[in-house]
């Protein structure tokens, strides 16, 4: 159907690659994209290190690694033709104990098996030959592992949108969510929206939209603040390209690492750490409101149970420098506080269930004429455009 209405409340970069989508794909359709904010990337997009993920670390078959590897080529193709920055320069997973190994071993295996490209076992002295200054006894070496500036990606797809004849509204909180016959209306305060359809990319904000929305009540998001640091201007030729620790798979996040970016600075880290506000990204941000909704959730506490060794360590190297290069050290041997400044944060909205697990995967629940993306975890921005693409084959889907 032509000549509908659809709207797409959030303007980060899988909002925003979704509301692309939907024009490129419906001609004749207006999109309009709902934003609290007074500017399009504000929270996630807008914190992301730039890394364009290759697919090494997704398991075979879910739709993660699916999607990031489509992903990776369309937004390599989106770069180019726009002449944004797109940058491949590798990256390097370093083991640095004997016991890491295996888990390297099956890393290795996982990526093969999700078609990341030119990836090979590299060895202590090859790795001193991509790496000089690197420490480790062996790595996967993926070389066509890139970086991005994902704001500006954002602000192209919102232009994208617009010159299609879309709209984005900035500054426009959602309130209220009503069904009516035969559409969808969404309150600002007193502003309302008439929408044939609407689809929920809310991120941090996501399960508050969603319960705007009577969707269900889980998963929950947990926002984790991510602290950089950033090796000083004079430091920063130690690394050429992206240095990672083999991935804990108890644990949802990577570790610290080294990632250049586009700019030219080299950023170290991040840690994650429980954020007391959704929008926490300085430690002095407390939300009563968020804090007693993670009280008030059985899953917080079981996530806590599980996890509480690992937070402490996390907490240690938020507050020390010092901790915080610790673990930096095994991977650019040298590298200690010195040669570093506090960079910036970031916040993660990390899916949580009831039961306590940390939800690793998309979740997008569909009910009449809303579609709420649920969970859209890192690679989501890597994966922005085929995650569109996947969003409005489940817009349109027909029941």
């Keep these: 159907m032509a000549d509908e209405t659809i709207g797409v409340v959030g303007a980060g ?28 990337s504000r929270h996630q997009t807008g914190h992301n290190s ?36 797109y940058r491949e320069i590798g990256k390097l997973v370093v083991a640095v104990r004997e016991d890491e190994l295996g888990r390297m071993a099956r890393l290795y295996e996982r990526a093969k098996h999700n078609h990341v490209p030119e990836l090979r076992t590299v060895s202590r002295e090859e790795i001193k030959e991509l790496e000089p200054h ?28 617009t010159d299609s004849g879309g709209e984005v509204r900035l500054g426009f909180e959602v309130t209220g969510i009503t069904t009516v016959p035969g559409g969808v209306e969404v309150a600002s305060g007193p502003e309302r929206v008439a929408v044939d359809r609407l689809v929920l990319c809310a991120g941090l ?49 990577l570790g610290v690492h080294f990632t250049p970016r586009v700019d030219g600075t080299v950023e170290v880290g991040p840690n994650a750490v429980l954020a007391l506000a959704r929008e926490g990204y300085r430690r002095t ?17 079981r996530m806590a149970a599980r996890h509480w060794r690992t937070g402490v360590k996390e907490y240690r190297g938020s507050f020390s420098a010092a901790a915080f290069m610790k673990d930096a050290g095994h991977y650019v041997p040298g590298v200690g506080v010195h040669d570093v400044v506090r960079g ?8 949580l269930d009831r039961d306590g697990t940390l939800v690793d995967d998309f979740r997008i629940h569909r009910s009449d004429r809303i579609t709420a993306v649920r969970n859209a975890p890192s690679p989501a921005a890597t994966a922005s455009l085929a995650i569109a693409a996947h969003i409005v084959d489940e817009v349109f889907r027909k029941t």
């Excluded at 996967?140 to 949108?161: G, M, N, Q």
């Excluded at 929305?213 to 603040?225: C, H, K, L, T």
């Excluded at 910036?344 to 899916?351: D, E, T």
Aim: glycine fraction near 10%; hydrophobic fraction near 40%; charged fraction near 25%.
């Design 134 to 161: 690197a420490g480790g006894i062996a790595a996967l070496h993926s070389p066509r592992t890139a970086i991005t500036d994902y704001p500006a990606v954002a602000r192209e797809f919102a232009k994208d949108v």
């Design 344 to 351: 910036g944060a970031g916040v993660r909205a990390q899916a």
């Design 50 to 85: 730039g890394v364009v993920h290759a697919g090494i670390y997704y398991p075979p078959g879910s739709l993660k690694a699916d999607l990031t590897v489509r992903g990776v080529a369309l937004l390599r193709a989106y770069c180019q033709d726009r002449g944004l920055p």
């Design 205 to 253: 904000q996501s399960d508050t939209v969603a319960a705007l929305a009577r969707g269900g009540p889980e998963p929950r998001i947990v926002p984790f603040r991510g602290e950089y640091m950033l090796l000083k201007p004079e430091r920063a030729d130690l690394v050429r390209g992206l240095i990672y620790p083999v991935p804990d798979p108890r644990y949802p996040f």
């Design 285 to 301: 941000r407390v939300s009563p409101r968020d804090l007693l909704g993670l009280a008030a959730y059985p899953g917080t506490w």
């Design 13 to 40: 970069i899988v909002g925003l690659a979704t509301a692309r989508e939907i024009a490129l794909r419906r001609p004749g359709t207006r999109v309009v994209v709902l934003e609290k904010e007074r500017e399009v």
